[in-house]
């Protein structure tokens, strides 16, 4: 696996904690976090997906924003997901979650880094069926 650039402590120990492969990739002077097999929670069609997590410079007092998947994740009830983009990230087309921190939930320097940024994403997760609950296709 990669590591193009070093992490700070807290990250690299969160991501080696997490138990999944994970990358540290510089591309064009920006700077990506792959995880890779990272599971998501049901109601998906996919089990599992590598996600990416752009670290904007300045941090870790600029906040981390948004996540990336490959591949493109969809619902089991084919509900459309919104705020969606297309990223290249490593010569593959990603999926971008257009999702940010609001002026109840900011950033908060010297609390906030990769483990709460991640907790966020498990949030947007689930809270795409309660925006538009689960329903069985037909």
Known sequence: MRRQFDLLTEDQGFLENLGLPWEALNENSMLWILVHQYPLPKGYEQLTVSL???????????????????????????????????????????????????????????????????????????REFIIKPYAISA
């Not at 410079?57 to 969606?84: E, S």
């Not at 999702?99 to 320097?109: E, V």
């Open 52 to 126: 990416a997590v752009h670290v904007a410079f300045g941090y870790p007092r600029t906040q981390l924003d948004m996540v990336y998947f490959n591949p493109h994740i969809c619902r089991l009830d084919k509900k459309p997901i919104g705020a969606l983009a297309l990223q290249n990230i490593d010569n593959k087309i990603w999926q971008r979650w257009s999702r940010h921190r609001s002026a109840l939930n900011p950033w908060r320097d010297g609390v906030d880094n990769l483990s709460t940024h991640f907790a966020l994403i498990e949030y947007w997760l689930q």
